[in-house]
């Protein structure tokens, strides 16, 4: 009986370290697999030498400005700049920090476009499948969902409905877009596929299309299946306001030449899908993290997402599923901009030198020409410098 446990118990830690090793090697696989760029770095590999010419440069663009809001810079994956400055909530005295949320406006249709590749990757959607297919008494029966991701539907501007439709909504905020269209039938501005025009009024039936495949809500199939992989946990949306900590949500100001305040919250707000999520800058980092890592979204899938229409005006500008291009001279970005009531927002990405910048900012100011601007300084003046990091020497 003794010799009996004795082997049982000899058989057991041989199974433990054996179990160790293999969790060790499956470790050391995973790093391999990953992007060399990616989060793997220890603490202070970016030297304060380094840091303190990021700040040097940086810093005088949003000080001249009298930015308020918040700004990120990252490189190959990880911080080299990080700007917060101003209030978010005037009336309190509320300052920016890391953790304040923002509304993102516009940069929600890149999380939109994600989530249908979600369904696309698993073969419940394909994106040249007919909108009318998912919704419901549609009028409009040649769109795709592709020419949805794309603004090439042509469908009207929800916009512009009137203010007497809004104040009788009160739920179903989306599904109420749809029925104003069908009630109205709008003609679209366009054949299907034959133009571009930005269309928010897309992405508004994207979210009814998720909704509907997934059985879940917009608000939960994306923090479910994209925000909680990737490690986004602060991120949340304009519907679940109410649950946002009051010190950490960041309210929308105008000021123009004749007045200025605060925003109110109406009805649009509620409206989900072409914005109508709140982050933090340090959360669409890690998206921009999980896109490299493939965490949420296939390889095939990204590659879809940046397969970029050109502009019919302007060759050196284009729209893909959820993103937008531009080329510089020799310079190629991928980006989304947002504003919406007060709110603007800018994201930024240069794949060839993994440059990444994030502007916030609830006061009107333009978030796109900041992030323009520090991309400029970038390209102009650190290229410049020769800075020793980690006893090596290089140029960027």
């Given at each position: 009986?003794?010799?009996?446990i004795r ?18 090697s ?43 809001g ?9 911080i ?25 406006a ?42 949805l ?12 409905f ?89 309210i ?12 109110e ?45 050109p ?40 794949p ?24 400029d ?20």
């Amino acid at each position: 009986m003794f010799r009996l446990i004795r082997f049982s118990l000899f058989l057991l830690l041989v199974f433990i370290i054996f179990s160790s090793c293999n969790k060790s090697s499956n470790k050391e696989n995973l790093k391999e697999n990953l992007p060399d760029i990616m989060e793997y770095y220890p603490d202070g590999t970016i030297s304060k030498e380094r840091l303190k010419v990021y700040n040097d440069l940086f810093s005088p663009i949003l000080k001249k400005t009298n930015f308020n809001g918040s700004v990120l810079v990252a490189l190959n994956g990880y911080i080299i700049y990080q700007y917060n400055n101003g209030f978010a909530n005037y009336e309190t005295s509320t300052p920016i920090t890391d953790s304040t949320l923002f509304q993102i406006a516009s940069l929600t249709k890149i999380f939109t476009s994600a989530a249908i590749m979600l369904l696309v990757e698993e073969n419940k959607i394909s994106l040249d499948d007919k909108v009318s297919k998912y919704i419901d008494n549609l009028i409009y029966k040649d769109i795709t969902i592709r020419q949805l991701l794309q603004h090439r539907s042509g469908l009207p501007r929800y916009e512009f409905f009137e203010p007497e439709f809004w104040e009788k909504v009160d739920k179903n905020y989306n599904q109420s877009v749809v029925d104003k269209l069908n009630s109205d039938s709008t003609a679209l501005y366009f054949k299907p596929d034959s133009r571009f025009i930005y269309s928010n009024t897309g992405y508004v039936l994207l979210a009814l299309i998720i909704e509907k495949v997934s059985k879940m809500s917009y608000e939960d199939f994306l923090t479910q299946r994209i925000f909680i992989p990737s490690n986004m946990n602060s991120t949340s949306f304009s519907t679940r306001i109410s649950k946002i900590d009051n010190n950490r949500l960041a309210i929308g100001y105008y000021s123009n030449r004749r007045s200025s305040g605060r925003w109110e919250i109406n009805a649009m707000d509620s409206v989900l899908g072409d914005k109508g999520i709140y982050s933090t800058s340090l959360d669409l980092l890690n998206w921009y993290r999980s896109v490299y890592l493939k965490r949420v979204l296939t390889y095939e899938s990204i590659e879809q997402t940046q397969d970029i229409i050109p502009n019919n005006r302007n060759k050196d500008r284009g729209y893909g599923l959820g993103i937008r291009w531009k080329r510089v001279d020799d310079r190629e970005f991928y980006y989304h901009n947002g504003r919406w009531n007060g709110f603007r927002s800018s994201y930024v990405f240069r794949p060839d030198t993994k440059l990444l910048v994030i502007v916030l900012s609830n006061t009107s100011h333009s978030a796109s020409r900041i992030s323009n601007s520090i991309i400029d300084v970038y390209d102009t003046k650190i290229k410049k410098l020769r800075i020793r990091d980690n006893n090596q020497e290089e140029d960027e």
